[in-house]
């Protein structure tokens, strides 16, 4: 027994001697560069494309397997600019022989050196990486591949270690002959250290796009020896252009299966217009402030898997403007949505458009229209909306705002709670803060049929109007504390139909103002110094009131009201009628009625004078004011009587005596010649 084990113990070790002395002296007594045409051959057969090899081949098999290759040229099809398009200056990769035999891979170095890749597209659409390599596949092959992707998913290797992964100085250029598009990738470098299934990997890249840096570092894995099961870490610090840089922090888990996540992300702040500045890249939005969006911060915790997702600590900065949020989704197919987004303050009006020319001469175009019976141009029809995804959508939000500046209009202390289900979409509440006085409010919004409809309700108190209509319409219009009370509905999306169909009531109560560009008052004084009774004013017109009410109905686009009042010190108007919304018609009468002398809101003049009723009649654009003489003197309305308006005209009778004698016939005459049969 012990004379077989000596001469197995011989022959074994024989053969490892030959099969060592194999490795080490074949490759230098085979010549494989003549075997060049052949691999040059099989490549070209495989892509349809020239390929080429350059005459330096160096191949070794002990201690290390290993082959590095220079000067590949793999060449570009008919029409193209560049004649290749892929080369690669020499390409090296070396691994040790013995730890195969147990499964275990030990790589020394992977290394390729100055690959250029240049992919273009021609103006007929044809791209140079069209058509390379077998295109059709069968379906065997398919199935096959099913199958394989349904067993387990481990390594045949029991372990990989990895000296030296490298790409050195590769350059990468796109271009498109068509639009004229060019971008270049200059300057990669990628390097792998520690690469194993046990260990984190580190991950170094680096390069110039356009000339522009752009770098990634850190470390991911380790992957195990069942790639997408388990937990990968990833930490990366992203750099570009010398303005953005990214951290992403967290793990993958069980990607393949649970496909869970576990992340931060830190994007440190940076200024988006300097970013495409550097990109070479006109900015997509054009603001009518054009200093915004020149400094935005992103840092937020993100959660899910593929059932969920969840945002959570998040912070966002938006020039001056900071945003504190949370969200989460699920049930992705409705979606199922809930968020909560708490922002100190922002004035929207910087980030808006500026109107461009066409839309100022659009607007002018249709403010000029004067004649409502004239029929309005059709254009295209608009396609309907798809109210189907709000019918599944399923939301909780809350909003709330420090304060907010939007259309001139100053806001503060916003708080809205949106809600969806089934088709209905309420906010409720929708509380603000506006100009020293508050908003309560309640919108719901029904799609559950194709017309959507809407309904409002508002309680507004204490708002000063005057500071609003000012920054809101950069005009004086109207000064005092306002209350309202609205309730509103309206059906459809377009103006048209909800002008047809607003209906609802309500009141605005306007108290201790002014209407500004309108005297009241002082008309009666001017009418009685056109008579010659004294000199007309030219102070700035506006006429104080106490109160001024308007209190309306509406019913299909049409609006009544019909106890429209202004208290006065010295006057008393009433309004009463109609507007018509959807034929944009006027119908209104104002009736005044002058009262005794007052002191107080603002008005300390005496005044007297004659008051004379007004119809306010034709379409929006062109409204036709007159007065109501016929109702004035009893043809309708209140009638006034003739001594009261003698009265009015020409004074009390000490007056009549100091002034009236010297303009009698005078005043008899443009009286008689306003007011004819009057006076006799």
Known sequence: MKSILKWFFIIGGIFLILIIAAVIIIPQFIDVKKYKPTIEQKVAQATGRSFTLGDEIDLSIFPWVGIKLTDLHLGNGAGYKEKDMVSVKSFEVRLKVMPLLSKRIEVKTFVLDSPEIYLEKLKNGDANWQGIGKQKKKK??????KEKSSESQALPIEALLVDNFSITNGKLLYVDQGTGFKKQISNLNLNLADISLEKPVGISFNALIDGKPVSLDGTAGPIGKEPGKGTIALDFVLKALEELEVTLKGNLIDP??????????DVALFSPRKLMTALN???????????????????????G???????SDGLLGLDESKLIFSATAK???????????????????RYLPAPSAKQETSQSTRAGSTDPGKAKSVGPAKKKTDYGPLRKLVLDGKIKVGKLKAHGAIIENVDVHILAKKGIITMDPLGLN????????????????????????????????????????????????????????MKGESPDMIKRTLTGQGELLFTDGA??????????????????MGEQVKEKPRTDFAEFKIPFTAKKGLVNTNGTSLMSPLIRVLATGKVNLVKELLDLRVEPKFVATLKGQGDVSQRSGLMVPVLITGSFSSPKIRPDLK?????????????ELKRQVLGTEEEQKEKVEAVKEDVKKQIQGLLPGLIN
Do not use: C, H, W
């Open 305 to 311: 898997n593929k059932n969920s997702i969840s945002l």
């Open 631 to 643: 109702g004035m003197l009893g043809g309708g309305g209140t009638a006034i009587d003739t001594k």
């Open 331 to 349: 049930e992705f197919l409705k979606p199922n949505l809930k968020f909560d987004l708490q922002l100190d303050e922002i004035d929207l009006d």
């Open 256 to 265: 393949m299966a649970s496909q869970t996540i576990d992340l931060e992300l």
């Open 140 to 145: 065997a092959d398919k199935k096959k591949k």
């Open 515 to 532: 209407i500004i560009g309108i005297d009241l008052a002082n008309a009666v004084r001017n009418i009685k110094a056109n008579f010659g």
């Open 281 to 303: 890249l006109d900015f997509p939005v054009q603001t009518k402030d054009p200093k915004v969006l020149d400094a935005v911060s992103l840092k937020l915790g993100l959660k």
């Open 434 to 489: 506006l100009y020293k006085g508050s908003v309560a409010s309640k919108v719901e919004l029904n799609v559950q049929k194709s017309n959507p409809r809407t309904k409002v309700s508002i309680d507004a108190k204490k708002i000063q109007a005057g500071p609003l209509m000012k920054d809101v319409m950069q005009t004086e219009l109207i000064e005092g504390t306002l209350k309202a009370d609205l309730m509103l509905s």
